[in-house]
């Protein structure tokens, strides 16, 4: 239940990450007669249908709702710059869906079991049923066609679990490690070596630090990958209790007190954080190896003239959403 709770967050999310939608690779294709395109957007032999993309900006339209509430779409908004915003997020999200799809037939990793494929149809009538009669007009969708794009979404949802799963797990101690500090940072030259001379001549290094350092005066707590290299190399090689001499990097200089070396808690909290980057990392590889891969294509003319479901006059209230339905029926 995890992964799966895991995967619908991170690809409902991931478009403002690490996605570029409509221009993987720089193989750009964009048609602005409809008449000359059987999709709106398509991405290698994966080819979106109005209808769907319907389906998408309509369930947009309610993230949106939920994370900001109804009255976004009052007039004291910018109404076309926020149904701009919702389109690009759409066309993101399918995008990427397409992308990890197609990664998944190039890997023969996309054939679907007979149970499978029972619980996309059961999604598919399910949504269709709650999908209230203005939903059904604003998407113009049928049952069959979100079977098809049920399937193209719950084998992305599975490459990316698997992708996730085959994560080294492994964090080492020294590389999860976060230390308690006190940071002394100077730009200039002469004014560090005054604070390394006051600082070796027996004043404070809280002294020193609250009147040279440009930066935060006070304990803080940080790990790897936080100061540059050089910094890093030595700082982290100090014992409890122990300051650095005057450290050289990236035209900045830092003397450091070292208050611990190891922060049990955040240490552990860091390790988690590490595992969920390597995570978003394998999700991002294959993102970015999708460049030069698959030709990529929109329609423009439907994006720019694309309506956002506006819900008056719909009586009707939909409890559940185009992913949570699948939820409810395949679980990973």
């Avoid at 779409?73 to 066309?91: E, H, I, P």
């Avoid at 990316?160 to 940072?185: G, H, K, P, T, W």
């Amino acid at each position: 239940m995890k992964k799966k709770k895991l995967f619908f967050g991170a690809l409902l999310l991931a478009f403002t990450l690490v996605l570029s939608a409509c221009s993987i690779g720089g193989k750009r294709v964009v048609f602005s007669d409809p008449v000359r395109v059987q999709s709106v957007l398509t991405v290698g032999n994966l080819r979106c249908p109005k209808e769907e993309a319907y389906v998408y900006l309509l369930n947009y339209r309610s993230l949106y709702d939920n994370i900001m509430g109804l009255s976004i779409w009052d007039n004291s908004f910018d109404l076309k710059r926020l149904s701009s915003s919702v389109k690009v997020s759409v066309k993101d999200m399918i995008a990427e869906t397409y992308v990890l799809s197609m990664d998944a037939k190039d890997k023969e990793t996309d054939s679907l079991s007979e149970l499978e494929e029972k619980g996309i149809e059961d999604s598919a009538k399910d949504y269709y049923s709650l999908m209230s009669e203005k939903e059904k007009e604003y998407c113009g969708v049928s049952e069959a066609q979100l079977v098809e794009a049920y399937k193209k979404f719950y084998i992305a949802q599975r490459n990316c679990n698997a992708l996730m799963a085959a994560v080294d797990q492994e964090v080492s101690e020294d590389e999860a490690r976060v230390i308690d500090a006190e940071v002394i940072v100077i730009s200039d030259a002469d004014v560090a070596s005054k604070a390394s001379t006051a600082i070796n001549t027996g004043k404070s290094f809280e002294e020193v630090m609250n009147l040279y350092s440009e930066g935060t005066k006070g304990q803080i707590s940080f790990g790897r990958n936080t100061y540059p290299k050089e910094a890093e190399e030595v700082i982290f090689r100090l014992e409890n209790n122990e300051t650095s001499g005057l450290i050289t990097a990236d035209g900045k200089y830092y003397i450091v007190k070292c208050l611990s070396k190891y922060n049990a808690a955040l240490s552990d909290e860091n390790k988690n954080k590490i595992l969920e980057e390597r995570k978003v990392s394998a999700i991002r590889n294959v993102i970015e190896e999708s460049k030069g891969k698959y030709v990529t294509a929109e329609d423009t003319e439907f994006w720019d003239s694309a309506l956002i479901f506006s819900g008056e006059g719909d009586t009707e209230k939909k409890r559940d959403s185009f992913f949570s339905v699948l939820q409810k029926h395949l679980v990973i």
